[in-house]
């Protein structure tokens, strides 16, 4: 699946980011610290990325121009986020490297093509129906029940495009959400656990595998990284497996975020996939000899990735606008505490604004000492 060339990119070449916000800012901190100049497109002044690159060309992401532009001016292409205009991307292509292709956007960007695509490389997933119409999700909630959820097929984050299926009304004032066109009900889960993984592979096909992450989430948001994981070994190496299986079926480039579902029964069902750098993974920029901004960048230039390791257990953090002023004050006086912050101008509530890393091989006491703090219990 991947696309135009395996053409090595060294250390003072250019790297084209699309999208300026946190993921690109830490791609950039990676790609800098070995070297690399590195140019952005977002429509954002002044953007996280922007602040700590070489240029920023400020436009939209579907201003065609623009993105020719950047890619004219880069050795190699590469993108923060899923909802990219595949077809200018591709002519972008024409101008540069760019080694994840668009075949895993157009599959990641719509949430009824990547369940399709995992159901057919064996991969488990809740059961789903594609919906385009009231009558079509009568039919879907008669075949799968209460108890599902419908969400836009595009776009949507954070909780955000998507609407609980429990009953009879639920379905009556699903209108609005079908007006932004097709959707997917998918089967809610009794999970006990939400899981994820980030996964790499180089040009020549090895494939790393970043340690499983635990996430908690509060209000839709992802709130904290528990990593490793608190599962079993047997089912660390069922996600191990399942990543590295998506990453073959991809022929991957770049990084992978794989977020799942754990049930009761300890198996575990593919949730979402992320074919970038995922919140869940910023631990590693502390806590692994590699981080996946590193392996990212490593990957989309054609160097060889190291065999990722973890130096010390970890939790990562999110800093949400309600929670900047209170982190701020504690910073002071916490030196196992490392601060992200990204640069934001407007701390926005639910807005995420930077993180912090923790490193210590007591977990508990990491999240005990956390929830003592008072700050993300909201």
């Keep these: 699946m991947q696309t135009n060339s395996n053409k090595v990119v060294l250390p003072g070449q250019t790297i084209g980011i699309v999208g300026g916000g946190q993921l690109g800012q830490m791609m950039s901190f990676a790609a800098k610290q070995m070297g ?3 140019g952005i497109l977002d429509p954002t ?3 996280p990325a922007g602040q700590v690159s070489d240029f920023q060309i400020v436009a939209e992401y579907d201003d065609h121009d623009a993105l020719i532009k950047l890619a004219k001016q880069s050795d190699v292409l590469t993108y923060e986020f899923e909802n990219v205009d595949v077809q200018t991307l591709n002519e972008a292509a024409q101008y540069t490297q760019l080694p994840q292709g668009t075949k895993i956007l157009e599959i990641t960007s719509n949430r009824i093509n990547e369940k399709n695509f995992l159901k057919e490389h064996g991969i488990p997933v809740t059961p789903f129906k594609a919906i385009e119409s009231l009558d079509q999700l009568e039919g879907a909630v008669a075949a799968l029940g209460f108890g599902s959820i419908l969400k836009t097929a595009s776009g949507g984050y954070d909780g955000h495009g998507q609407l609980d299926i429990n009953d009879q009304i639920d379905i009556e004032v699903a ?3 079908l ?8 089967k809610k889960q009794d999970f006990v656990k939400e899981l994820s ?4 592979r180089s040009s020549q096909g090895e494939i790393q595998v970043f340690p499983v992450s635990e996430n908690i989430h509060r209000h839709h948001i992802l709130m904290e990284s528990i990593v490793p994981a608190r ?5 660390k190496q069922m996600a191990d497996n399942i990543a590295t299986q998506i990453a073959q079926a991809f022929e991957l480039r770049g990084v992978l975020g794989i977020e799942f579902f ?4 300890g198996k575990l069902l593919v949730n979402e996939l992320a074919p970038r750098p995922h919140n869940s993974g910023h631990y590693s920029i502390e806590a692994c000899n590699v981080s996946q901004f590193e392996a990212h960048i490593r990957s989309i230039c054609g160097l060889a990735i190291p065999q990722i390791f973890m130096y010390q257990a970890a939790v990562m953090v999110n800093i949400l606008g309600r929670h900047q002023e209170s982190t701020r004050d504690l910073l002071p006086t916490r030196p196992n505490w490392h601060y992200h912050g990204y640069g934001k101008a407007e701390p926005k509530i639910n807005r995420k604004m930077g993180h912090i890393t ?3 091989n007591d977990l508990e006491a990491t999240l005990k000492n956390l929830k003592s703090e008072n700050i993300w219990e909201a």
């Design 36 to 38: 690399y100049k590195v």
């Design 45 to 47: 002044p002044d953007s």
């Design 175 to 177: 209108d609005d959400l």
């Design 179 to 186: 007006s932004h066109g097709e959707c997917i009900l998918e």
């Design 197 to 200: 993984v980030m996964v790499t």
């Design 231 to 235: 599962v079993s070994e047997a089912t």
């Design 262 to 265: 754990m049930l009761a029964n």
């Design 358 to 360: 923790i490193l210590n």
